[in-house]
């Protein structure tokens, strides 16, 4: 939060390469500059590229906590067992430090937009605004009460922000969007650095009310009059129309500084060994003879040098597909991978025995790509949430039913920008929901089924924090959480993720006051204001 502009240009010419012309525009000697020479549009690529590549940030804790996947190794014991394991603590916090320095990216971009040519930049200087929340819900669903009226004011001289009630931000932040999408102007010069929509104003619109939604949408609980205000409002403005309108971030192989971190992540050996599709899920997929299921996972072929081998595909057969249980180990004794109910036994023998060899992970030349596309925020999921406000006898136009089969089909559509081995027939689709309708029996039935679905989506394409976030927000789907020996939850899966760990020496007056107003303090526990 104390970023300088010469900090933030130096960050930039290693950080923004995503695409290479894109690192042509930016590979500017960082001594030569200045305001004028210096292009703002490169700022708001710098954010959008940052703000996806969550890699580990994402994978210790909430891919696993969610039962999306599960690993028998030891640092995914944070959100595996919900054990504080080493070191790994560190990433508790990495999404406030993140946060933070991605809107202080944004609002330098404005700065020097407004240094430049406020009506020529007005777009971007909009879209920058839409940016700043879209950053900032994601910091306080994490943690709850953070900076946000005086975040990365330290140029206006405001070193030692204060921290908003969660409820403050919310308000502030449907106001600021509100204001912000009422201002774009298609008539205006659009971003040119773009990388969610190319500078495309019409789409940018529609993530604007999308994000509105979702915003409103997270109030259900502890505020509905004004959920449901805010949730007719975005849905009359216009949420997304189809899966082109997915804001995605396309990540470059060919250039280390902007691959995809996750993929990197997953390609470390121990990781590719020892991360699996959680049984809660694959179990879940096979009851409701989900199609997915045939283009999510795959067998490792047998052995431990098979399956460490990055290059050699495993068997994609659906009837083979198996998850691994969360809570479980390789150490040999009562919570060790070998005792667990089912277990299916390991592949090959002596030195080459791979112990998890049975369970299904995720396909390596699906989701393990170096130039992976990453999907930051999706039709599927605004169609789904449009579905649960129309349950919930708001005016929505159009049917809780139709809303969900769009929410549906559009989870399956977006899995092919990812790849397109992950293609599943329409037919197939029709098929699904013609055999899993919604439920309109009872409001809970049918919150049950919308928000799992909403699981399913988040989660096959690897957006974990939204797939945690909702499902504090929905308690959909009900997982049942892990005891295992050491866990410091009580059994119970996180709430929350600690404050940046610095916070305490940086800004403590501000900090200890809003670690006063936790129930329970900085702890895993302690719930959000709307987490109810």
Not at 14 to 33: A, E, G, R
Not at 333 to 359: E, H, Q, R, V
Not at 397 to 420: I, K, M, P, W
């Amino acid at each position: 939060m104390k970023l300088t502009f010469f900090t933030i240009l130096t960050g930039i010419i290693f950080l923004t390469s995503c695409t290479k012309s894109q690192l042509n525009n930016i590979n500017t000697d960082p001594s030569k500059s200045t305001s004028a020479n210096f292009d703002p549009n490169n700022l708001l690529s710098t954010a959008q590229l940052n703000y996806a590549n969550t890699g580990y940030y994402q994978l210790v804790y909430e891919s696993t906590m969610m039962q999306v996947l599960a690993s028998t190794y030891y640092y995914y014991n944070n959100g595996d067992k919900y054990i504080n394991e080493g070191n790994f603590t560190d990433y508790q916090g990495a999404i406030f430090r993140e946060g933070y320095t991605e809107a202080g990216n944004i609002r330098e971009m404005q700065q020097l937009c407004i240094q430049k040519d406020s009506a020529a930049y007005s777009n971007l200087i909009n879209i920058g605004n839409i940016m700043f929340v879209f950053i900032l819900q994601r910091t306080t669903d994490m943690y709850g009460d953070c900076p946000y009226s005086q975040a990365d004011m330290a140029q206006q001289g405001i070193k030692y922000p204060v921290y908003d009630t969660q409820q403050s931000i919310y308000n502030e932040m449907l106001t600021d969007l509100d204001n912000a999408i009422s201002k774009l102007d298609v008539n205006r010069p659009k971003p040119t650095a773009d990388l969610f929509y190319n500078g495309d104003i019409t789409r940018w619109k529609k993530f604007g009310y999308s994000l509105m939604l979702r915003i409103a949408m997270r109030l259900t609980k502890v505020d509905p009059a004004t959920a449901q205000k805010w949730a007719e409002k975005a849905a009359t403005g216009g949420t997304f129309n189809d899966v082109s309108d997915n804001a995605i971030v396309q990540t470059d192989a060919t250039n280390s500084a902007s691959q995809n971190g996750t993929s990197i992540a997953m390609r470390t050996l121990t990781d590719y060994e020892q991360v699996r599709w959680s049984k809660t899920l694959i179990d879940y997929l096979r009851q409701t003879q989900d199609p997915r299921l045939s283009v999510i996972g795959e067998i490792p072929a047998p052995g431990l040098a098979n399956n460490g081998d990055e290059t050699l595909s495993g068997n994609p057969d659906s009837s083979l597909q198996r998850g691994m249980p969360n809570g479980y180990d390789l150490l040999g004794g009562a919570t060790d991978i070998s005792k667990s109910p089912g277990y299916p036994g390991g592949t090959g023998t002596g030195a080459d025995f791979a112990a998890l060899g049975n369970y299904s992970r995720p396909r390596t030349n699906v989701y393990l790509k170096l130039g992976e596309s990453i999907l930051v925020f999706t039709y599927a999921e605004t169609e789904l949430l449009l579905a649960e406000a129309k349950v919930r006898g708001w005016n929505i136009e159009g049917s809780a039913q139709q809303h969900y089969a769009n929410g549906v089909t559009g989870a399956f559509q977006s899995l092919t920008q990812l790849d397109a081995q992950t293609s599943v027939s329409a037919a197939s689709i029709t098929n699904y929901l013609n055999s899993n309708p919604l439920d309109m029996s009872t409001m809970n039935n049918s919150l049950q089924m919308i928000n799992t679905q909403y699981w399913i989506a988040t989660g096959t394409n690897f957006n974990f924090i939204e797939n945690w976030f909702n499902w504090k927000r929905s308690g959909y789907p009900a997982l049942t959480a892990i005891n295992y020996s050491g866990n410091v939850t009580m059994g119970t899966i996180p709430r929350r993720m600690i404050y940046l760990s610095t916070e305490i020496l940086t800004n403590p007056t501000n900090y200890k006051a809003a670690v006063a107003r936790l129930p329970g303090g900085d702890v895993l526990t302690s719930r959000v204001w709307w987490d109810k």
